[in-house]
């Protein structure tokens, strides 16, 4: 069924536990193209192909940004086809690319394997899951975005701990290959959830609603919208720099004077504070709307990247990490529910794919910036100060944007 009242929670839950469950294990899958997945390899792979921090970001940046072009037109798929038969096409790639992963045995394929899991896993899978539950729901869209989107907190809570222990036993490559199986056993899980799974066509005359103006939005008309440019910073940043701190994870470890594993166990604190945003953010989501929250969400991670660089010890490490949950779990919500909530819900898949490309391009920036930046001597406790700077500015660029904005949105409400 689709919601269009506001059900309180366990009646919400009950209600929509088939569609919701198909968003949380989309979001789980996406793991395996996640920088938080792929980055717990990096020592592995820098080794196994003789790269530096500057080349393997390279590789990365490379495959990231092609991905991201992609994406701009795979993300247009979801306003065509049911995201029961798009999600198994996508699974299925995802665990091809990562027996690609496995096998991969020269460095000049890397760009194109790392290609293949960004877009499958990072892209397409994760875009599914957000796109329907932003078509589907709308009265209690921040709820649905909020609970499908605990995959997400799962995979970064579960997965580092347990493959960085299974790596002391296992070789790497062995590793992406159980990540493989495990992608192949979620298409018929996600098959039997969505047996009764609506098509977009269907659902576009009944529960669609309008954005701005009291138009639905078309890509085309939402690129020319200045509102979209201010965005644009706020967007790149938590993909660009997010992204490269995980990335970085080794790394950072080492110049802090601590252990790989240390610094992972610090995760399940960054997990549980993201999922209580999250919950909070969804929350609010539906009692606020976006235009309120969207240019406070990111203001954390100034706080979070200036602990990062003043750090000494785990402890201030774990600060940090909690400020940098607070953004990331609203950032499953907010940003996803503000394209719907400002430009409709009609053409959602097209404009969330543009969106979606630009993240993923933020992604592709962040990893490769920092390893030309650490190659040549800059280290990551210095960078970290003028990237709280950035989120500064991309949160008084989200102000001012929405602020011109929001009176066009409030006269159609």
Known sequence: MTATARPGLFAFLSQNSRWLAAGGLLTLLSSFGQTFFISIFAAQIQADFDLSHGSWGAIYSVGTTASAVVMIWAGGLTDQWRARSLGVVVLAMLAASCLAMAVNPYAAFLPAVIFALRLTGQGMTSHIAIVAMSRWFVATRGKALAVATLGFSLGEAVLPLAFVALL???????????????????????????????????????????????????????????????????????????????????????????????????????????????????????????????????????????????????????????FLALTTGANSTLPNAFWAEFYGTRHIGSIKAMAAAVMVFGSAIGPGLTGVLIDLGVDLNTQYVGVAAYFLFASVMMWIGIRRARSSLAAFA
Do not use: C
Request: charged share 10%; no cysteine; aromatic share 14%.
């Open 168 to 322: 002391t036993i296992f070789h790497w490559r062995s590793l992406w290959v159980a990540a493989a199986i495990v992608a192949l056993i979620g298409i018929p899980i996600l098959m039997a959830l969505l047996r009764t799974e609506r098509t977009p066509q269907s659902m576009a005359k009944e529960n669609q609603s309008t954005g701005m103006a009291g138009a639905h939005w078309t890509r085309r008309k939402t690129l020319s919208h200045p509102l979209f440019w201010f965005m644009v910073p706020a967007l790149l940043g938590p993909s660009a720099f997010n992204t490269a701190f995980f990335f970085h994870q080794v790394y950072f470890a080492e110049i802090k004077g601590m252990s790989h594993l240390a610094l992972v166990s610090l995760f399940p604190i960054y997990t549980v504070m993201g999922i209580a945003a999250m919950v909070a953010s969804g929350v609010a989501l539906d009692r606020f709307g976006t235009a309120r929250l969207m240019p406070l969400y990111q203001l954390p991670l100034i706080f979070a990247f200036l602990v990062f660089a003043a750090s000494e010890s785990v402890w201030h490490l774990a600060i940090g990490f909690v």
